[in-house]
């Protein structure tokens, strides 16, 4: 890798490491939208990983706005955290698919790539009809382009593969959090009622319907293609 400085709307960030530009090739999956460039350069450059991610989910368009030199536009800066400007034909292109919640009738709504809400949408129906809604207490957002922390590969989030629950529970579903399905324990301690009836009626639905569940370190996260 080398290091970039990455333009940060026209200010300049601190160097980071980063990857090479983006240039979709011929790309093997369906494609939502179409990239979108603006005039400029030296922003954030994906690295290999996510630049094949792209071409092999999302059909060679970029979920960010690119500047002419391949690279994404940065918004702004949280610590490690590179938040990248979103491609608006991209972001329109995503489905919006509402998700069973405590305290509403309505739900909560996701804006996530079609891919993801095929998969969600017979999860969150059988979540709502089992009464697993009363689990999830908080939502942490789906489409949100960005790095992972500190790294130069793009977050699932940045997709709408991804999004965050009950981060309201930092001590259950907090980052670094490890669920024991076998020994039924959190963090160490035994499963409470409220974490087994979590874990019946939402997380086994959401896995059994092809959706990832990190529960090893992550169990705030659900996504596709991790």
């Known amino acids: ?26 790309p093997s999956a369906s494609p939502i939208g179409q990239n979108v460039t603006v005039a400029g350069g030296g922003g954030f450059a994906l690295n290999e990983s996510s630049k ?9 368009i970029a979920p960010v706005t690119l500047y002419a030199d391949g690279t994404a536009v940065v918004i702004r800066t949280e610590g490690e955290r590179y938040i990248l400007k979103p491609n608006p034909s991209y972001q329109a292109a995503l489905a919006n698919i509402k998700m069973p919640f405590k305290g509403s ?11 993801f809400a095929a998969k969600l949408a017979p999860a969150f129906a059988e979540i709502a009809t089992n009464g697993g809604g009363e689990y999830i207490e908080a939502f942490a957002g ?18 709408g593969f991804a999004f965050d629950i009950n981060t309201n529970r930092g001590g259950t579903f907090g980052y670094g959090v490890h669920w024991n399905l076998e020994k039924q324990t959190v963090g160490g301690k035994p499963w409470t009622a409220w974490e087994r009836g979590f874990y019946e009626k939402v997380a086994t639905v959401m896995v059994r319907h092809g959706i990832t569940w990190l529960y090893g370190g992550d169990p705030m996260h659900f996504s596709i293609y991790e």
Do not use: W
């Open 142 to 159: 789906s489409y949100y382009p960005r790095n992972v922390t500190g790294g130069t590969r793009l977050s699932h989030h940045s997709y």
């Open 52 to 60: 094949n991610f792209i071409n092999k989910y999302c059909g060679g």
């Open 105 to 115: 009738s309505g739900g909560q709504s996701l804006a996530v790539h079609p891919d």
């Open 1 to 26: 890798p080398t290091s970039i400085t990455a333009t940060v709307e026209g200010t300049i960030s601190p160097p980071m490491t980063g990857g090479s530009p983006y240039s979709p090739p011929n």
